[in-house]
């Protein structure tokens, strides 16, 4: 079992398919959408499914991107851009069955939790009804794992930026413009303009750490926020913010807290998930890892979550330990197996004093 949970505890989402210099698919989402607006809308959703896929899972490879799809590059660049000049229906009947595939075998190892199921109905509302939703919640709390893998199930309508820690607005912009793939060498009118035209009323922008934006400093700003806010209002895409506790306080009771009402007031569902985690939740977890886990089970991993900061992350590296411990002994995992498992990580962080 030591791929369960890997999805709730790898910070980065990377693409295990190396690209070459200059085999990028070189075309931006922007020509994209306006390419494919002539087909119906579900030949719309698959096209884009495969330009997500290609970003996420294929590095962007144009090579890789032709291997998967089993046609050539001047076919899918002609059908991406409008230009192929005949029917479409085989090439998206394609992509509909590679997309059936890759969505029935491809294996996270996410662990869904009453938490993470709380979580992906938040996003659904931003993403349903074009509407601001911040989630709230301390470290360890699954709050990215749990977005980055909703935005997984649906490949080229939701975008994920990270906010920077630096760089003012400008830094913000051109990150964001990253995570569009679209080319961040511009000014900032030309940035805006690129975003805004990357996104309308089928898109949603997860911003994690949105804290990160935040006015600081002496040329203090509220111009990364702004954006966002005028983003939803003019293109009607939904936003999820991710946060800690330091946002929402200063959201409501900062320095900035009287411009903050208007932001305050658009976001339609502040989802704040507690510190201290749930016995469902650690039954939900202890699930993954065995058949009918045992209450003494359910309690041990609870308590070891709720003893530490780094909540589930830890608990799920110690639940990996102790599974592996049970499977080489051909038994099925318990509160015994888990506490070894444990107390042998609290060993190696002990120092003697002797």
């Not at 719309?44 to 962007?60: I, P, T």
């Not at 913000?172 to 690129?194: H, P, Q, V, W, Y």
Request: charge should be positive; glycine fraction near 8%; aromatic fraction near 8%.
């Amino acid at each position: 079992m030591t791929e369960v949970a890997n999805m709730n505890t790898n910070e980065e989402n990377e693409s295990t398919t190396p690209r070459k210099r200059g085999d990028g698919i070189n075309i931006p989402l922007t020509q994209i959408m306006a390419g494919i607006s002539g087909y119906d809308a579900k030949a719309q959703e698959d096209l884009l499914w495969l330009h997500g896929y290609c970003m996420a899972r294929l590095n962007g490879s144009r090579s890789a991107l032709v291997d998967f799809i089993g046609s050539d590059w001047t076919t899918i660049i002609r059908i991406w851009t409008g230009k192929y000049g005949a029917d479409i229906g085989i090439f998206v009947e394609r992509v509909r069955h590679f997309r059936r595939k890759a969505e029935r075998t491809e294996k996270t190892g996410f662990v869904k939790t009453c938490v993470t199921e709380r979580i992906f109905k938040v996003c659904d509302v931003a993403r349903d009804y074009g509407v601001f939703v911040m989630i709230i919640g301390g470290s360890g709390r699954s709050k990215t794992h749990s977005t980055k893998e909703w935005m997984r199930l649906q490949f080229g309508k939701v975008h994920y930026l990270y906010a920077p820690v630096a760089g003012g607005y400008s830094g913000f912009l051109k990150a964001l413009a990253r995570s569009l793939g679209i080319g961040a060498d511009r000014n900032i009118t030309a940035l805006e303009l690129a975003i805004e035209n990357c996104m309308n009323h089928q898109h949603t922008l997860i911003v994690d750490e949105v804290a990160h934006l935040l006015p600081s400093g002496k040329t203090a700003s509220t111009a990364s926020l702004d954006f966002l806010r005028l983003l939803n209002e003019k293109k009607q895409c939904g936003i999820v913010l991710v946060t800690t506790d330091v946002f929402p306080q200063q959201m409501r009771s900062g320095k900035w807290s009287q411009w903050f009402e208007q932001l305050d007031g658009r976001i339609e569902i502040p989802l704040r998930i507690p510190q201290d985690f749930s016995r469902r939740e650690f039954a939900d977890i202890c699930n993954a890892y065995t058949a009918d886990p045992e209450p003494e089970l359910i309690k041990l991993a609870r308590e070891i979550a709720n003893k530490r900061r780094g909540g589930v992350r830890e608990l799920f590296r110690h639940l990996n330990r102790a599974s592996d411990m049970a499977g080489k002994r051909g038994e099925p995992l318990t509160a015994k197996h888990l506490a070894v498992a444990y107390e042998y990580a609290a060993n190696l962080l002990t120092i003697p004093e002797e």
